[in-house]
């Protein structure tokens, strides 16, 4: 069996106890950077043996891990933050699984995207996750696609590009688009940018730096 196992995207007490049972429990664990993950698993005293699983290993490496839970192993699948498939190395690995007849379930808990948009004050009923957004090819096709796009959108962004990506959207939508800038989240320094489009561009050019992970949000008045 595989589970997948969400782990905190910030404060180590957002941790599930069934994910540290989980974590404790299987046979080995599956982490994008072992190194990263020995903090959250010293912390809860894990000592369970790791192997790397990250967005650049080895079809080999897969096959050895889907051979391994074939032979009767259990394994837990973990990335440095968060929840292991959303914008970070897994769907592979979990097609392949499942392919393989192994019985893959998830461990849910904390993830980027729902704790910004819950507490974005965006309407929740429909939205859609674009990942990270294309930084090349595909961007501007995207901007106006998104012209049209009635649900509130989320967005990860890095706080490096976040202003050139407001100022690029501005050209598509309209100034009074409301945004919501998720920085920090579950941190000390958690916090939430809210207003217009025109708003929060300002805000945000008004500050000399812009440190830490953030998620974007926005939704048109349409
Ligand atoms: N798998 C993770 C999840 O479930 O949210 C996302 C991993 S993705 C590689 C990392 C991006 O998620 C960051 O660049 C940032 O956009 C967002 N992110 C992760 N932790 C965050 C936090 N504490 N506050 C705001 N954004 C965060």
Same mark, same amino acid.
């Not at 998720?182 to 809210?194: D, N």
């Given at each position: ?65 889907v051979r391994r839970l074939k032979a009767g192993e259990s ?37 980027? $995207? /729902? @704790?910004? #948009? ?9 939205? +859609?996750? =674009? ?50 800038i998720a920085r920090e989240l579950t941190k000390i320094h ?9 708003? $929060? /561009? @300002?805000? #945000? ?9 953030? +998620?974007? =949000? ?5």
């Amino acid at each position: 069996m595989l589970s997948i196992v969400s782990t905190p995207i910030g404060n180590l007490e957002d941790m599930t106890f069934r994910a540290v049972r989980t974590l404790k429990e299987v046979d080995f664990i599956c982490a994008e950077d072992t190194r990263t993950s020995k903090v959250l698993l010293n912390h809860y005293q894990i000592s369970t043996p790791l192997t790397s699983f990250h967005a650049h290993s080895t079809d080999a490496k897969r096959e050895a891990i889907v051979r391994r839970l074939k032979a009767g192993e259990s394994a837990a699948l973990i990335s440095d933050a968060g929840t292991p498939g959303i914008s970070d190395p897994g769907w592979i690995l979990i097609r392949d699984c499942l392919d393989a007849g192994i019985q893959v379930i998830p461990i849910p808990g904390a993830s980027a $995207v /729902l @704790s910004a #948009l819950v507490a974005s004050g965006l309407p929740t009923h429909r939205f +859609v996750y =674009l990942g990270f957004l294309p930084l090349k090819k595909g961007r501007q096709t995207l901007f106006k696609a998104l012209v049209e796009e009635e649900r509130t959108v989320v967005f990860y962004e890095s706080a490096r590009r976040v202003v050139r990506t407001l100022e690029q959207l501005s050209q598509y939508l309209s100034a009074t688009t409301q945004v919501v800038i998720a920085r920090e989240l579950t941190k000390i320094h958690e916090e939430f940018t809210r207003g217009t489009l025109m708003e $929060v /561009l @300002s805000e #945000l050019r008004g500050r000399s730096s812009i440190k830490g992970e953030l +998620v974007v =949000l926005f939704k048109q008045d349409r």
